[in-house]
């Protein structure tokens, strides 16, 4: 089984020619069907526009799938107290898996006092908080918000709430071994490493840190697929994490049962 927990339905180059959310999700399908992914996991963005469809427009365009599912987005600029109303619903409903906050893109800390009301949410439904670590898609992003050891603070801080450290903190990923060696309640997802696909010398390189995170971290019980398609190839991915040494009875908790745990996948 593979269950891929970081795609998105934005606008995003590859599918830029593909003006309908319905018909962009149809291209996901394809996508999971041609490269045998089972369930795949929606991230809504940090703000709504003509190119970035919101949570609430994400959950009534799957209705009709039940290999997909939503985490929402969630921006101090961007959202509401209303919109964190209407998440707790769908959480409550099993229709969102969990929250995301967009560090580095929203110019505050992880552990601005603000979030907060997100984090408790969190722990109240036994969901997880997503977060933006590492480069930025966007050159209007600030990379001091996004460092992974900005996350030592909120595991810290709120030691039941399950936080997922997206794409390794990649470039730092050093720093993101670290953080996750010592907060048993953090995980991390490999999405993003790459824009469109590995060449040969990246995915060498990658590779060995990645290696060297497992290596330093221990088992990797806190590790989760992902790929950020449609930034990064789905048959790309799937290739290179085939080449990275994990025993069996670990690559299997990576590849699905990990994030089916977390997110409550049936």
């Not at 795609?7 to 490269?35: F, G």
């Not at 599912?69 to 209303?82: K, L, M, P, R, W």
């Not at 603000?114 to 997503?130: H, L, N, S, W």
Request: proline fraction near 4%; glycine fraction near 4%; hydrophobic fraction near 35%.
């Amino acid at each position: 089984m593979i269950i891929d927990c970081h795609v998105h339905v934005n606008q995003y180059e590859l599918i830029h020619h593909i003006p309908v959310l319905d018909d962009r999700i149809d291209e996901l399908q394809k996508e999971m069907t041609s490269n045998n992914v089972d369930y795949a996991i929606i991230l809504s963005s940090y703000k709504t526009n003509s190119e970035r469809p919101s949570a609430k427009q994400i959950i009534d365009a799957i209705k009709k799938y039940d290999n997909l599912g939503v985490v929402a987005g969630f921006s101090i600029d961007n959202h509401t107290d209303e919109d964190l109303k209407n998440y707790r619903t769908w959480i409550k409903d099993g229709l969102v898996k969990g929250l995301k906050i967009y560090s580095g893109y929203e110019h505050y800390y992880p552990y601005d006092e603000r979030y907060q009301k997100i984090y408790d949410t969190c722990v109240e439904f036994g969901v997880p908080a997503m977060f933006h670590t590492g480069d930025t898609y966007s050159p209007k992003g600030k990379l001091r918000y996004s460092r992974p050891l900005n996350l030592d603070d909120v595991a810290v801080d709120n030691p039941e709430l399950k936080i997922v450290m997206c794409h390794l903190g990649n470039p730092w990923i050093q720093d993101a071994q670290e953080v996750i060696y010592k907060n048993k309640n953090v995980y991390a997802d490999i999405s993003g490493l790459v824009i469109g696909i590995f060449d040969h010398f990246f995915e060498k390189m990658i590779k060995e840190k990645v290696a060297e995170l497992i290596n330093y971290a221990g088992e990797p019980k806190y590790l989760l697929y992902g790929t950020d398609w449609p930034i990064s190839s789905m048959d790309s991915y799937l290739n290179f994490v085939a080449k990275l040494k994990i025993k069996q009875e670990f690559r299997d908790n990576f590849m699905y049962k990990n994030a089916k745990e977390l997110f409550k996948i049936s």
